[in-house]
């Protein structure tokens, strides 16, 4: 996609939030009243003039839930930014996760059982107590995904658990 030219003379930059599944493709069972309240989109109007730089330019900053844009539900977000008229063309995408506290989680970072990988990686172990859901399933209905530091490019997903006890779902 084209970038702006830094020239300091400003754009209009626009931008809206898209609910999507645990693979990050937009959910096609909800439309966006199922998941926004207010508009589905924004204008970005925050932004900051450059100030004794050799090059011009603006920084824009937005700020989610606003008055303009709140989620309803909880669940994977990607957040889209356009110029105006070019909402096919983003200049920038970023997803982001909106939480709803309903099972606890018990982490235990250990050293790793290979011990070729024990100066070098780490164990993740957890624990899920999902006794506040109403789940029949949970080898289907529960999909967790491990980041490194945030990095969605080394991402271990689909982890199922070891064992389920009840409520309780082991990962080892």
């Not at 603006?58 to 008229?85: A, C, F, M, R």
């Not at 399933?137 to 990095?151: A, D, K, S, V, W």
Request: with cysteine; net charge negative; proline share 5%.
């Amino acid at each position: 996609c084209a970038l702006p030219i830094f020239d300091g003379q400003g754009t209009r930059y626009y931008y809206t939030v898209i609910h999507c599944d645990r693979h990050w493709k937009p959910t096609q069972e909800l439309s966006q009243f199922d998941y926004l309240h207010g508009y589905n989109e924004g204008e970005i109007r925050d932004y900051e003039i450059s100030s004794g730089t050799y090059q011009p330019y603006l920084h824009y900053s937005i700020t989610i839930p606003n008055e303009d844009v709140k989620w309803s539900i909880s669940g994977n977000y990607i957040l889209v930014v356009y110029e105006q008229g070019y909402e096919n063309d983003p200049v920038i995408t970023r997803r982001f996760m909106v939480t709803d506290t309903k099972v606890k989680i018990t982490p235990n970072v250990v050293r790793p059982v290979v011990v070729s990988l024990q100066n070098t990686h780490q164990e993740v172990d957890f624990n899920i107590d999902i006794k506040q859901l109403n789940c029949s399933n949970p080898r289907m209905e529960f999909f967790c995904t491990l980041l490194q530091n945030g990095r969605w490019d080394t991402r271990i997903e689909d982890i199922t658990p070891r064992t389920i006890t009840g409520t309780f779902l082991d990962y080892n």
